[in-house]
């Protein structure tokens, strides 16, 4: 059973640390997203990649926020200096575009609380 | 720009009760349409989806009929369980999306079901 997985599952930290959220799309997948989830803004997209390269991060702070993928099977998303307004879910999501199913298969998020 | 309007949660029934949850869109052409569910604690899964006009999905007893007229896709199902508690997300992906299955996600709306 193929599935997307995130990890650390929860993180808390203190303002200014760096964070990074690590994500393993699931195997084939040549597209990865990343989401933010809080109750105020509900699902936001954060950055889109496809085939390891980013084509569109405008949903993502560029002064603190980066997104990379050093490899088909590892997507990151890094926050530094972090800060409490950061603190929210943060999903990856892996698909298969141009397939005939345009279905995005998320991972269980990892949930940050920057104190 | 394209988007996604759901009926403001929550939903409180009793067990074996009927259930629709609103959906409207609006979006150049014809989009693909999800309904992602996401239990507590967990990320969001497909739920089922329509990829055309007159098209029905389903899956769990869950059902949506993509209406082109209406620009809906109402999620119904006949009688629901204290199982099916959770956050329901309405969605859709542009029929013009540059190639990639970019979705676009309603508010969301909590359903709660009790014995």
């Known amino acids: 059973d193929a599935r997307v997985t995130q990890t650390p599952r929860d993180k808390v930290t203190e303002m200014g640390q760096e964070v990074t959220m690590r994500c393993q799309p699931i195997?084939?997948?040549?597209?990865v997203f990343w989401y933010r989830q809080t109750m105020k803004q509900g699902l936001e997209l954060l950055a889109y990649f496809r085939n390891r390269a980013p084509l569109d991060d405008s949903g993502m702070p560029k002064d603190r926020f980066s997104a990379e993928m050093p490899d088909a099977t590892l997507a990151t998303l890094k926050i530094q200096p972090s800060e409490p307004r950061d603190s929210a879910v943060y999903f990856c999501a892996s698909g298969l575009a141009g397939a005939s199913t345009d279905t995005q298969y998320f991972g269980p998020g990892t949930r940050l609380t920057v104190l | 720009g394209d988007s996604v309007t759901q009926m403001e949660g929550p939903v409180t029934l009793s067990e074996e009760a009927f259930l629709t949850i609103n959906c409207t869109y609006t979006?150049?052409?014809?989009?693909?349409l999800f309904w992602y569910v996401q239990y507590p604690g967990e990320g969001l899964q497909l739920l089922l989806k329509a990829t055309k006009a007159d098209d029905k999905g389903s899956n769990k007893g869950f059902e949506a009929t993509y209406r082109k007229e209406t620009t809906s896709f109402h999620l119904e199902k006949g009688s629901v369980q204290v199982s099916d508690s959770a956050v329901y997300f309405c969605?859709?992906?542009?029929?013009?999306?540059?190639?990639?299955?970019?979705?676009?996600f309603g508010a969301g709306t909590r359903l709660a079901v009790h014995p």
């Open positions: 979006a150049t052409g014809y989009p693909s």
């Open positions: 969605a859709l992906t542009p029929m013009f999306s540059g190639g990639y299955n970019k979705l676009i």
């Open positions: 195997l084939g997948h040549n597209t």
